[in-house]
Structure formats: C-alpha cells, structure tokens
C-alpha cells in the first residue's frame, strides 16, 4: 500500500481507501462490513469514511461495530464521519453549531469511539454563517473530538472564505475537501481547486471514483439483476445511470476497455489507477459490497505506473472533457 500526506499535513492516509456510502447499513449487513473492511485492512488500508446520513446512521453502527470485533488498534486507523443531514428535524440539518456539535457526537456514540481523526462539512450550508461553521468546527478539535476537519463539494471561493476567518480569528483551518472525481467528472478537482493545492495546501478524499459504477464496465450491456440500482431503495441511482449522458459515457467506457485490456488490467482498476495518477488526489475511496472487490480494487495500485504519458493520451482521446485551462499534474 502507498500512503499519502493529507494535504498540508503530517498525517498520512492510504492512496486507496474504503467508504460506507450505500453499502453499511443498507446493501450489505455487518457480516459482509466485517469481511470487506478486513480485506481492505489487510491490503494496508488505514482510511474508513462514513458520514451521519449513510444509512441514517446505521452505517457508522456497523462499521464502529466491525472495528470493535476486529480489535484493530485505534491508532492505527484514521476515521472520518461528515455531518449534515442527521435526521428530519429542523435543527438536525446543516451546518449550525448546534448541529455540528450535536451530531458530532451522536456520531461518535454511534462508532463507539472518543474521536474521528477527519471530520468533513458533507455539504456547504447557505443559511449558515461560514464563520459560526469555523467556530464550531474548531471546538471540536479543541475539544479532542476530531484531529482535522474538512469540506465536502464546497466551492473553491467558500473554502478560501473559510480558511480566510480561521487565520483572522486564530482558528484552525479547513485542510481537506471531499470531492466527486472520475473520468467523467474533472473540472473542480483538476481547475477550480489547483490555486488552492499551492496555497493552503489542500488534500483530497475523492468519492465515486467509478461514477457509481459506470466505469466498471458492467452496464456496457445493460443493467445486471444482481446490481443495486436494480433495487426500489436506489431508483434515484437508476435514473442517473440511465439518462442521454449515462449512455454516451456507457459508449466512452467501451472504448476504454480495450487500452485497460492491453495494461492487463480490469476497468474498473484502470478508473481508479487513472485518478491515483493525479498527485493532488490523497485518497481515493472505494467501495464494496463484496471482500472480493476490495481485493480486486486494492490491484490498482499495481497499474499507476503503467498509465505512461502515451496511455494517458489515448484515454483523453476517448473521454474528450480535459478542462480547458491546463492543469498541472499529468
């Protein structure tokens, strides 16, 4: 396993990493948490993410459940939990102190833990202050009740906005961002955000490596029965894969399956060796709701290096979305 800086930081996170997102608590059941969390921590994975709304909660249960069963050494592990949308209550949603202090707690009680190494903002609050978010955010690493705190799909300028009151008030400073990246979805990863890499030293958690799915390959020929979009609960999930953009994504990805043929590799491996490649990235998340995936996804590593400058051409040649500002990383 390769480890990574988180940004600006002395901590380090494994380049891959796995999420609960749609699997705990919901798709899978704990016996199947337990086994894909232990092939991931036996693959070197030291990074599990969660959030308060994966499962309504019932994600961080299970993988605060796994880890206890597991007897891994807390220390050895760095956890994450994203707050937001906790409940339907008015005051259980956003970004308010209230809710940030509140649901970081339910989280941890949740989890069965003192503390989340990385604690993320899961999306920008409109109705919010950022400053009452900073304020809030740095008690609770005051407090022991995080190590570092982030943002999750916020904007550049929200971020910059941010870190701009954590310096003026002597507080501690957002230091990752959680961003959607993959083939089919650059722009903010690879543009919007590069001033912030140089600046404050920005680390990213990447999520949906393989656009749900799309990049694996297996709806190049329609919709397998065994998926989980195939299931009532993720009909959100169909619609978006099966829209005029999905299929002409569906029409990129079968041309991308003969270059991951001659690397040797899977679609899926290549997707994920593809945004390893990116040295702004420090994590990418995977996810599984099978051990053998994870086994199967922690062999990307092994492909990084054969996605040569060359390689790389090919692929954009076939995507043909390379934001329009050059970026500076491949």
Known sequence: MEYRYLGHSGLQVSALSLGAWVTFGEQVGENVAY??????????VNFFDNAEAYGRGNAEVVMGNVIKKAGWKRSELVVSTKIFWGGRNVNSRGLSRKHIIEGAKAALARLQMDYVDLIFCHRPDLHTPIEETVRAMNFLIDQGLAFYWGTSEWSAAQIMEAVAIAHQNHLIPPLMEQPEYNMFHRERVEQEYTP?????????TIWSPLASGLL???YNEGIPDDTRISL?????????????????????????????DELGCSMAQMALAWCLKNPNVSTVITGASRPQQVVENMKALDFVEKITPEIVERIEAVLDNKPSEESDWR
């Open 216 to 218: 694996t390959g297996k």
């Open 35 to 44: 086994e894909c969390m232990s092939a991931a921590y036996e693959a070197g």
């Open 196 to 204: 912030l890499y140089r600046s404050i030293g920005l680390g990213t």
């Open 232 to 260: 009532p609960a993720y009909a959100w999930l169909r619609e978006q894969l099966t829209n005029e953009t999905a299929r002409q994504n569906i029409e990129k990805v079968k041309h991308l399956v003969p270059i991951a």
